[in-house]
């Protein structure tokens, strides 16, 4: 399977994903942890994927989600957005309804 296939089974196929630099239990910038900070909040489950170990990842991602920077959160194979995006979700509540809709649909 190409990466690009690969990129997109994965967010069609994780509820909640997030494409960061590190791993959530290493962040290796500041944005991917600010995003990891706040999904930790929640307690939901997710999958993160590493931009670090493979430079076409980031590549291909960007090509999939039209979107430039990382970390890029998915939830239901929606774009969330980016570092941002998700702390501002968060920072008026906003954030933990679009995560319960994922966590609801994997039960």
């Known amino acids: 399977m190409e990466l690009a296939e690969q990129i997109k ?6 509820p909640i994903i997030l494409y960061m630099k590190g791993t959530k239990a290493m962040p290796m910038c500041g944005f991917s942890n ?9 307690g939901v489950e997710y999958r ?5 170990a493979d430079p076409e990842i980031r590549v291909r991602l960007s090509e999939f989600s ?13 774009l969330i957005g980016g570092a941002d ?3 501002e979700l968060h920072e008026k ?3 933990l309804p679009i995560l319960e809709k994922a966590v609801v649909s994997t039960a």
Request: hydrophobic letters at 50%.
């Open 85 to 87: 995006i998700v702390v």
């Open 93 to 95: 509540e906003e954030l």
């Open 9 to 14: 089974q994965d967010i069609e196929t994780a």
């Open 48 to 52: 993160d994927v590493d931009v670090l």
């Open 34 to 42: 600010a995003v990891v900070q706040v999904l930790n909040q929640y």
């Open 66 to 78: 039209n979107w430039p920077t990382i970390p890029q959160l998915f939830v239901n194979g929606e």
